[in-house]
């Protein structure tokens, strides 16, 4: 199986062996979404802190402690293994990695493609289009459809969002080492999962494959998983019978998007997941940030009923 992102490199005990952030064992296990490779977990765990802050305040209706929380992070799989630090001679230079400037195979022009019909018959569409962002060549014409629907720097984060979801759907090895990051957490016995973007692929994936963890909230948050495209490649052993209708180990499962969020532009999960409870919201002009999501009320309260059931 071809792999177009680049060799990779592990770090040791990315979701952490340390004391919880809020003290004690993590209540909550966050998995982050793309474009972290240049990031990690203690850099993470900084930037999800005040939205979640800001979600249990707005549920609550008054300042109170946040649930104790951890952050699996896997972002450094998606470096080429020169980008951790590579000696090289003198004069020489090493490239660095870009999610949309590496080379495009058949098959993942094709998923593009199809994931990229999905998000035009989902939004509305704005008329001439505004110009293309630059991407790679074979991109080019997807990224000029979609600046009809959004603009340039959704249309990058669509595209790029979209390369790694199919590189984890894709690549079983990569996707092993990335589950096995997420599971490695259920050390500390966390009551919520929130997934964001990419992560909640995996988390669903992940759950699916291994019924052992289990927990009484799975909260998503601008999750592609709504596109045929993702949904027809997920791994579990049902596969021929289309998508698992439940998380058998997972007691509930709310799931919140932005409509503007071009990630989440196919909308709700309850029409694959019959259980799962969709709520929409409006994040602005930054419709897939994580933040805009841990910051609302409808966040705040799906982590709070976790943590208590």
């Known amino acids: ?18 004391e919880a952030v809020g003290g004690g064992m993590a209540q909550v296990l966050g998995l982050h979404g793309i474009a972290q490779e240049q990031k990690g977990r203690n850099q993470l765990l900084e930037e ?16 109170m402690t946040v649930p104790s929380f951890d952050l699996c992070f896997y972002g450094d799989l998606f470096l080429p293994v020169s980008a951790q630090g ?13 999610v949309l400037a590496a080379s495009v195979s058949d098959d993942e022009a094709d998923f593009l493609a199809e994931a990229t019909a999905e998000a035009e018959a989902a939004l ?26 959004m603009d340039g720097r959704l249309v990058l984060q669509f595209l790029a969002v979209l390369r790694q979801v199919r590189a984890y759907l894709d690549d079983d090895a ?12 259920f050390d500390g016995a966390p009551r919520v999962v929130m997934a964001h973007s990419l992560g909640t692929v995996v988390a669903v994936d992940a759950l699916r494959l291994d019924p052992h963890p289990t927990i009484s909230m799975l909260v998503t948050v601008g999750s592609p998983l709504g596109m045929q495209a993702v949904q027809s490649r997920l791994r579990h052993s049902d596969v021929s019978a289309g998508p698992p209708h439940a998380l058998p180990n997972v007691a509930r499962w709310v799931n919140i ?12 999960l309850s ?3 019959p259980a799962v409870e969709d709520f929409t919201v ?17 966040t705040g309260h799906a982590l709070l009923d976790g943590v208590a059931e």
């Open 1 to 18: 199986m071809e792999r177009v992102m680049g060799s990779r490199v592990s770090a040791p005990d990315a979701c952490g062996d340390v």
């Open 282 to 298: 409006g994040n602005g002009k930054d419709p897939h940030a994580v933040r805009a999501y841990l910051g609302k009320r409808v």
């Open 86 to 98: 590579e000696r090289q001679p003198p004069g020489k230079g090493s490239a660095a990695s870009d």
């Open 124 to 149: 509305p569409d704005r008329g001439a289009a505004m110009g293309a962002p630059r991407v790679a060549s074979m991109l080019q014409p997807l990224a000029r459809r979609l600046t009809q629907r």
């Open 257 to 268: 998007y932005d409509p503007g969020d071009p990630v989440a532009a196919a909308g709700g």
């Open 174 to 185: 990569l996707a092993e080492r990335i589950r096995e990051r997420f599971l490695a957490g």
């Open 48 to 63: 999800w802190r005040p939205g979640l802050a800001d979600g249990v305040e707005m549920a609550a209706g008054r300042s």
């Open 271 to 273: 029409r694959v997941w």
